[in-house]
């Protein structure tokens, strides 16, 4: 598996951007859990948020809680992150990663338990 972020760019304050993660691996990202996290400049990698393989299950970070929902469409191999109302801490580049082991109805944001990273996509919040 070799999930990839796409959809970055240049997003408005206030404005909104959507991510996709899709697998370049030839596996299937229905099978995982997958969780986002954002790399800030100048800093450490921060959980944002995650989703079980199932797609019942959701988190967020406080700092995106009612800002930022994740979803995926199993029939596209895909997993979204729809990001609204943004601001400059948004501001960095966004990873989707594959949790092989946690149950199909829970996920967890945690860097530690992903087994599975790619390449990630710069998102710039700025007017």
């Known amino acids: 598996l070799h999930p990839v972020g796409s959809g970055g760019g240049l997003g408005q304050p206030g404005g909104a951007l959507r991510l996709s993660c899709v697998d370049f691996?030839?596996?299937?990202?229905?099978?995982?859990?997958i969780a986002w996290f954002l790399q800030g400049p100048g800093e450490g990698r921060e959980g944002v948020s995650c989703?079980?393989?199932?797609?019942?299950?959701?988190k967020y970070e406080n700092s995106v809680e009612g800002r930022f929902t994740i979803s995926r469409d199993h029939a596209k191999n895909t997993v979204y992150l729809q990001m609204n109302n943004l601001g400059p801490e948004d501001t960095g580049v966004y990873f989707c990663?594959?949790?092989?082991?946690?149950?199909?109805?829970?996920?967890?944001?945690?860097?530690?338990?992903?087994?599975?990273w790619g390449e990630g996509t710069p998102v710039t919040v700025s007017s």
């Open positions: 990663a594959a949790d092989q082991w946690t149950v199909r109805t829970a996920c967890v944001i945690y860097d530690g338990s992903m087994n599975y």
């Open positions: 989703i079980s393989a199932s797609g019942i299950s959701t």
């Open positions: 691996g030839g596996g299937t990202l229905g099978k995982f859990a």
